[in-house]
T-cell receptor, first 112, second 111 residues
Framework: DAGITQSPRYKITETGRQVTLMCHQTWSHSYMFWYRQDLGHGLRLIYYSAAADITDKGEVPDGYVVSRSKTENFPLTLESATRSQTSVYFC???????????FGPGTRLTVL | EDQVTQSPEALRLQEGESSSLNCSYTVSGLRGLFWYRQDPGKGPEFLFTLYSAGEEKEKERLKATLTKKESFLHITAPKPEDSATYLCAVHSHTGGFKTIFGAGTRLFVKA
């Protein structure tokens, strides 16, 4: 089925480890986004991408790295995880930068 | 500073009791205001986009309106299945692309 998927859905890791969260969409949307959602905060944009090999920082990019070699995939890497990166991470896609976004089911990440 | 504030934080309604959720925003270069619904453990689901003051959108029991400072999500005769968190977000372009989400309103509808 067409849509946007994220993997893993749940992840527990330790401080200092590298973690990669995967995002895959089948709509051929140009734009893809990564957000984190924490209690007491709205969703906060980490990075976004306009096309393959084009990425840009959002509001909270520190400690995260993204890549987009293929239009349908947009992985998010935490190079050295910290406890403050414990959160629920959502990937989203849209046809245009200012269009509505379609979200994946989320990845709940716990950093011990 | 760009800001989106949603109120109330939580709202408890009886089935059939209509009400409104508020989203106040302070942003320059507005490029759209969005309403999403989020169920527990799931990603946000798109409901409406509003682009200019005076615009209204309607879908089933929900109606979204927009002024220059705020948006309302009106819920008419809600049902228990309308229980969810409703998120408001704005897109702006001043100083580069920004998307700002409010913290949401948790709606509980009791049968």
């Amino acid at each position: 089925d067409a849509g946007i998927t994220q993997s893993p859905r749940y992840k527990i890791t330790e401080t200092g480890r590298q973690v990669t969260l995967m995002c895959h969409q089948t709509w051929s949307h140009s734009y893809m986004f990564w957000y984190r959602q924490d209690l007491g905060h709205g969703l906060r944009l980490i990075y976004y991408s306009a096309a393959a090999d084009i990425t840009d920082k959002g509001e909270v990019p520190d400690g995260y790295v993204v890549s987009r070699s293929k239009t349908e995939n947009f992985p998010l890497t935490l190079e050295s995880a910290t406890r403050s990166q414990t959160s629920v991470y959502f990937c989203a896609s849209s046809e245009g930068l200012y269009n509505e976004q379609f979200f994946g089911p989320g990845t709940r990440l716990t950093v011990l | 500073e760009d800001q989106v504030t949603q109120s109330p934080e939580a709202l408890r309604l009886q089935e059939g009791e209509s009400s409104s959720l508020n989203c106040s925003y302070t942003v320059s270069g507005l490029r759209g205001l969005f309403w999403y619904r989020q169920d527990p453990g799931k990603g946000p689901e798109f409901l409406f986009t509003l682009y200019s003051a005076g615009e209204e959108k309607e879908k089933e029991r929900l109606k979204a309106t927009l002024t220059k400072k705020e948006s309302f999500l009106h819920i008419t005769a809600p049902k228990p299945e309308d229980s969810a968190t409703y998120l408001c977000a704005v897109h702006s372009h001043t100083g580069g692309f920004k998307t700002i989400f409010g913290a949401g309103t948790r709606l509980f509808v009791k049968a």
